[in-house]
């Protein structure tokens, strides 16, 4: 390997290592250092389509857009995309592998070693610095012997170690001490600095909590990195959509309702939705709690089926059709555009047992799962001049594709380019614009498509300028840097 190496690690999930990578990949992308992201497995349902069709984890995908290179499926060479019944769908360099149950997975893990280091390797070859993503936690013992993501890559790059711990979820001490504490001899060895994340308040209060750290962990504290309250930065879990149940600080005047379904993928789609001024986008787990919103999304999920089937036992599929009735606008994104149809088969069971299933019959469509995966990068055109529609009729927008399923509708108001001159017809609507769906993920990032769909439900742009994801990346690099001991970073990197 060429390449210098860094490696953060948390002491648990959600202890900010995204955001953590993420900010550093743009800290020394803005030092003209060729510097990129990697991540030898990411488990997530939010996953990002490369310019060649491979699938990565969102993160992985983000932070080399905030490093400034194009994301490539050697950033994250295994993606695992849980599925209903306690299995997942593994993703390797980018195309689907195989479907395999939890237990089996485990069983085959160290069979993916090579892809791992085949594209650690390869990332090493091209760039300055790698900044190398661990999971959940180094010391999780019971799994540790398959481990192919966190010590398994510091061990085989020898790369310094910078262990993250999230003060705000309270335990710090325990988690960090009780991490190093659990950790190899060799392995504590790799462990260069910790890092204090998330921290709300005066930092100058935690000063004697940095003593006993560096005292008892022997090992240096880097720094206190404050709590970042809507970076802007796309959200990977599934856990942070409680945290994205917020308002604007403007007056509300659109409150739109997305159903947390248990199996949703790739909800940083309405990322864009929140942040204008004047709407409030809120994540619904249970029906009663749906009130009268202006509009709800059912947003992509990698279990319509099983997803589908929560919908009727809930009671959300009796409120959706209710309020539909009664004028509140219904959208739904891949997964959920399919579930809006009259009726969704798999009779080669892809992906359930279930063969067929009756769908919430709000658009005149009927959708078959496939064998082929279908993931792409895609520009489309605007075709339909249906209600709100008409002032953007002919406009172009771009997003991507991630499915399984082929969904037939008698009409279309999308014509997909996948490149090549290949043109697809998508999604459907309702003569009234109040219900439409399609499979276009990153549809409401097109600033034409999402004010004039906003329009239709009341909202008045007020000029206000939406944070660019450019500005997100340099604001989140700002904090951080500010926050770590900068010299002592680049010390332990050997730059």
């Given at each position: 390997?060429?390449?210098?190496?860094?490696?953060?690690?948390?002491?648990?999930?959600?202890?900010?290592?995204?955001?953590?990578?993420?900010?550093?990949?743009?800290?020394?992308?803005?030092?003209?250092?060729?510097?990129?992201p990697?991540?030898?497995?990411?488990?997530?349902?939010?996953?990002?389509?490369?310019?060649?069709?491979?699938?990565?984890?969102?993160?992985?995908?983000?932070q080399?857009?905030?490093?400034?290179?194009?994301?490539?499926?050697?950033?994250?060479?295994?993606?695992?995309?849980?599925?209903?019944?306690?299995?997942?769908?593994?993703?390797?360099?980018?195309?689907?592998?195989?479907?395999?149950?939890?237990?089996?997975?485990?069983?085959?893990?160290?069979?993916?070693?090579?892809?791992?280091?085949?594209?650690?390797?390869?990332?090493s070859?091209?760039?300055?610095?790698?900044?190398?993503e661990?999971?959940?936690?180094?010391?999780?013992?019971n799994?540790?012997?398959?481990?192919?993501?966190?010590?398994?890559?510091?061990?085989?790059?020898?790369?310094?170690?910078?262990?993250?711990?999230?003060?705000?979820?309270?335990?710090?001490?325990?988690?960090?001490?009780?991490?190093?504490?659990?950790?190899?001899?060799?392995e504590r060895?790799?462990?260069?600095?910790?890092?204090?994340?998330?921290?709300?308040?005066?930092?100058?209060?935690?000063?004697?909590?940095?003593?006993?750290?560096?005292?008892?962990?022997?090992v240096?504290?880097?720094?206190?990195?404050?709590?970042?309250?809507?970076?802007?930065?796309?959200?990977?879990?599934?856990?942070?959509?409680?945290?994205q149940?917020?308002?604007?600080?403007?007056?509300?005047?659109?409150?739109?309702?997305?159903?947390?379904?248990?199996?949703?993928?790739?909800?940083?789609?309405?990322?864009?939705?929140?942040?204008?001024?004047?709407?409030?986008?809120?994540?619904?787990?249970?029906?009663?709690k749906?009130?009268?919103?202006?509009?709800?999304?059912?947003?992509?999920?990698?279990s319509?089926?099983?997803?589908?089937t929560?919908?009727?036992?809930?009671?959300?599929?009796?409120?959706?059709?209710?309020?539909?009735?009664?004028?509140?606008?219904?959208?739904?994104?891949?997964?959920?555009?399919?579930?809006?149809?009259?009726?969704i088969?798999?009779?080669?069971?892809?992906?359930?047992?279930?063969?067929?299933i009756?769908?919430?019959?709000?658009?005149?469509t009927v959708?078959?799962f496939?064998?082929?995966?279908?993931?792409?990068?895609?520009?489309?055109?605007?075709?339909s001049?249906?209600?709100?529609?008409?002032?953007?009729?002919?406009?172009?927008?771009?997003?991507?594709?991630?499915?399984?399923?082929?969904?037939?509708?008698?009409?279309?108001?999308?014509?997909i380019?996948?490149?090549?001159?290949?043109?697809?017809?998508?999604?459907?609507?309702?003569?009234?614009?109040?219900?439409?769906g399609?499979?276009?993920?990153?549809l409401?990032?097109?600033?034409?498509?999402?004010?004039a769909?906003?329009?239709?439900?009341?909202?008045?742009?007020?000029?206000?300028?939406?944070?660019?994801?450019?500005?997100?990346?340099?604001?989140?690099?700002?904090?951080?840097e500010?926050?770590?001991?900068?010299?002592?970073?680049?010390?332990?990197?050997?730059?």
């Amino acid at each position: 390997m060429t390449a210098k190496t860094l490696m953060i690690q948390g002491t648990m999930s959600s202890a900010g290592k995204s955001t953590l990578v993420t900010a550093l990949c743009r800290i020394f992308a803005r030092r003209g250092v060729r510097v990129a992201p990697f991540k030898a497995q990411n488990m997530s349902n939010n996953a990002a389509v490369c310019h060649d069709g491979g699938e990565i984890g969102r993160a992985q995908y983000t932070q080399a857009l905030a490093a400034g290179i194009a994301p490539t499926v050697t950033m994250n060479p295994v993606l695992l995309k849980p599925e209903a019944d306690m299995r997942s769908q593994v993703i390797v360099n980018g195309r689907m592998w195989e479907t395999l149950p939890a237990r089996s997975y485990y069983e085959r893990k160290q069979a993916l070693w090579q892809y791992v280091t085949t594209a650690l390797d390869s990332l090493s070859n091209e760039y300055d610095i790698i900044i190398i993503e661990g999971a959940g936690s180094p010391v999780e013992l019971n799994l540790k012997r398959g481990d192919i993501v966190n010590m398994a890559v510091a061990r085989y790059a020898q790369s310094p170690v910078l262990l993250a711990g999230d003060i705000d979820r309270g335990g710090i001490f325990a988690q960090l001490l009780g991490t190093l504490d659990l950790l190899e001899a060799d392995e504590r060895r790799l462990v260069k600095g910790l890092i204090v994340n998330k921290f709300r308040g005066d930092p100058s209060l935690f000063e004697d909590g940095i003593t006993i750290l560096e005292e008892r962990g022997n090992v240096p504290v880097l720094g206190v990195v404050p709590y970042v309250k809507n970076h802007g930065i796309p959200e990977e879990d599934a856990v942070a959509i409680e945290a994205q149940n917020r308002t604007n600080e403007s007056s509300e005047q659109v409150d739109i309702a997305v159903i947390a379904l248990p199996r949703i993928a790739n909800f940083d789609d309405f990322d864009p939705l929140s942040a204008e001024a004047g709407v409030s986008v809120h994540y619904v787990d249970q029906s009663t709690k749906l009130g009268k919103p202006d509009a709800i999304i059912i947003p992509g999920t990698k279990s319509t089926i099983a997803d589908l089937t929560w919908l009727y036992e809930t009671g959300f599929a009796e409120a959706i059709t209710q309020l539909s009735q009664s004028g509140t606008a219904i959208i739904g994104i891949c997964g959920g555009y399919q579930m809006l149809g009259e009726s969704i088969a798999d009779p080669q069971q892809i992906e359930s047992a279930q063969t067929q299933i009756r769908g919430l019959g709000l658009l005149p469509t009927v959708t078959q799962f496939l064998t082929e995966k279908s993931t792409h990068q895609i520009e489309a055109r605007l075709v339909s001049d249906i209600a709100w529609m008409n002032n953007i009729t002919d406009q172009k927008i771009t997003g991507y594709e991630i499915h399984m399923g082929q969904t037939i509708s008698p009409s279309h108001w999308l014509d997909i380019n996948r490149g090549h001159r290949e043109s697809i017809a998508d999604g459907a609507m309702r003569p009234d614009g109040r219900v439409w769906g399609c499979y276009v993920h990153g549809l409401f990032a097109n600033d034409n498509f999402r004010r004039a769909w906003l329009s239709s439900l009341g909202w008045q742009d007020t000029g206000q300028e939406t944070i660019s994801l450019n500005y997100a990346f340099d604001n989140l690099a700002d904090v951080v840097e500010a926050h770590l001991d900068m010299k002592q970073l680049e010390s332990i990197i050997g730059l």
